[in-house]
């Protein structure tokens, strides 16, 4: 009935309920964090939203929303050069300083304030993105690292930063401590680039290097071989890995608390 109502939206052009509705699925995450009995439903529930096309207006949008930051930070500069040419008229002056002397300490200066915090992700496939990198954190449940690989998978769909990142968690995955998760992911991804030749801006014959080494490695092998392929493939198509501070067993002894909220620890738990 939901995807019913999703292509009847979507065809519709009703974007503003599509919005809402991916919006409020994201925040799910959160809501219930750890909870299989919702997460491994909910991821699922993505799965065939993303397959079935209906968010495909997220892509256009999200991709603009990154287009304009540059832009707007340029503006400002440009505007802020602009109202410096022009100096403000010497009654506008002595106002100013009027102003001031009433103020007093009252109202402290800008530069006087603490920074504000570092704001959340506000779109919907860096949301998704970053709650499903804490769900699958020292994770063993088979079917929710499965589902959420093709999750994962589905944002590659999208440009830009969400892009990026989905590779560099699937990259990741395919040299995970599990050789199941490891052979999924590169099947997985052999068949998305196989069906969409664009997710790779790359010369022709580096994609088809990328396609014959993950048909070519037998990825539930040793862990240590399997990384060094995963290795070369993130060079091939230009991912920079993260690099571990730790080893996953120190990082077990001292911050276990830390752990499940951690996207290192994945990281060391993926084979690093």
């Known amino acids: 009935a939901l995807l019913e109502w999703a292509r009847a939206a979507n065809q519709a052009k009703a974007w503003d309920g599509l919005r809402q509705l991916a919006m409020s699925l994201a925040a799910l995450f959160d809501r219930f964090r750890h909870d299989d009995r919702v997460i491994v439903p909910l991821l699922k529930t993505l799965d065939v939203l993303l397959d079935s096309g209906v968010l495909d207006f997220l892509h256009r949008e999200e991709a603009e929303a990154d287009g304009s930051e540059g ?29 001031k002397e009433d103020a007093g300490a009252a109202a402290p200066s800008l530069s006087s304030l603490p ?59 395919m040299a995970h401590r599990y050789p199941r998760v490891r052979k999924h992911a590169a099947e997985q991804l052999y068949t998305v680039l196989l069906v969409d030749e664009t997710i790779l801006p ?71």
Request: proline fraction near 6%; charged fraction near 25%; glycine fraction near 6%.
């Open 71 to 99: 832009k707007s930070t340029d503006s400002k500069n440009h505007s802020s050069q602009a109202d410096g040419a022009a100096p403000p008229a010497p009654a506008a002056v002595d106002e100013a300083k009027e102003g």
């Open 115 to 173: 920074p504000p915090p570092s704001p959340a992700p506000t779109t919907f496939g860096l949301a998704t993105l970053d709650a499903i990198k804490r769900e699958i954190t020292r994770c063993s449940n088979m079917a929710k690292l499965f589902t959420a690989v093709k999750v994962v998978l589905g944002l590659l769909s999208f440009e830009g930063v969400v892009r990026t990142k989905s590779l560099q968690v699937i990259l990741i995955l």
């Open 202 to 272: 790359v010369d022709a014959s580096i994609y088809e290097g990328v396609l014959e080494k993950l048909t070519c490695v037998v990825w539930d092998a040793d862990q240590a071989q399997v990384k060094e392929e995963r290795d070369a493939i993130a060079a091939m198509v230009g991912v920079e890995l993260p690099k571990p501070t730790k080893k996953a067993s120190a990082v077990k002894k001292k911050h276990e608390a830390d752990e499940l909220e951690s996207y290192q620890f994945l990281v060391n738990e993926a084979g690093y």
